[in-house]
């Protein structure tokens, strides 16, 4: 296992069209996260799971956005009804407790652009 | 609530110079502190992490913090940069928790020759 691997690196969609982003964490992590990060700003947090639990999702954008991991390993994350304001970069980062904090590990990301 | 400031948007520095990247965050508990590097459409790499004990932390590629809980800082320095370290930089804090992580808005570094 070498990373945090997202699925796809690019997508390229048409406004009004679903879309879903796929992330394998690091086998042995149990929390998951997803972040948004649009240019020139940094990532902004999302959502997460611990194992297939999803434990705060009061910062999704709106009800449009939703995320799911059902088996505690894999996650998506989908946008329905895309806006040109959806456009942005969408990393996944997973981690396990190191010491007392969480330490957390990127992917590459997936860049979304709605056209 | 959670922030981070990072105040400089860009800066530059010649290859070899040293480097500090100023980081001032506000949280209301103990904080833990990160640095992560991120190359142009990359994801992030940590470069290294606070959680507590010694207030100086090294970390990969050179790097390292100082931790002023008097300052609500966590600046990152480099003796010596090289070329390779032009990339965008982000200090981040959290709880220690699981929640996420809150960022600040970048410094851009970039390398004169």
């Known amino acids: 296992d070498t990373g945090v691997s997202q699925d796809p690196r690019h997508k390229i969609t048409k406004r009004g069209q679903n879309v879903t982003f796929r992330c394998d964490p690091i086998?042995?992590?149990?929390?998951l996260y997803w972040y948004r990060q649009t240019l020139g700003q940094g990532p902004e947090f999302l959502t997460y799971?611990?194992?297939?639990?999803?434990?705060?999702k009061s910062r999704l954008l709106s009800d449009r956005f939703s995320a799911e991991r059902p088996k505690g390993s894999f996650s998506t994350l989908e946008i329905q009804r895309t806006e040109q304001g959806d456009s942005a970069m969408y990393l996944c980062?997973?981690?396990?407790?190191?010491?007392?904090?969480?330490?957390?590990?990127f992917g590459q990301g997936t860049r979304l652009t709605v056209v | 609530a959670q922030s981070v400031t990072q105040p400089d948007i860009h800066i530059t520095v010649s290859e070899g110079a040293s480097l500090e990247l100023r980081c001032n965050y506000s949280?209301?508990?103990?904080?833990?502190l990160f640095w992560y590097v991120q190359s142009p459409g990359q994801g992030l790499q940590l470069l290294l992490k606070?959680?507590?004990?010694?207030?100086l932390v090294q970390g990969i590629k050179g790097f390292e913090a100082e931790f002023k809980r008097s300052q609500s800082s966590f600046n990152l320095r480099k003796p010596s940069v090289h070329w390779s370290d032009a990339a965008e930089y982000f200090c981040?804090?959290?709880?220690?928790?699981?929640?996420?992580?809150?960022f600040g808005k970048g410094t851009h570094l970039i390398i004169q020759p």
């Open positions: 980062a997973s981690s396990s407790k190191t010491g007392t904090a969480f330490e957390a590990f």
């Open positions: 086998s042995e992590h149990n929390r």
């Open positions: 799971f611990q194992n297939e639990a999803q434990l705060e």
């Open positions: 949280y209301g508990a103990t904080p833990y």
């Open positions: 606070y959680f507590s004990g010694d207030t």
């Open positions: 981040a804090v959290g709880g220690g928790g699981a929640d996420g992580l809150t």
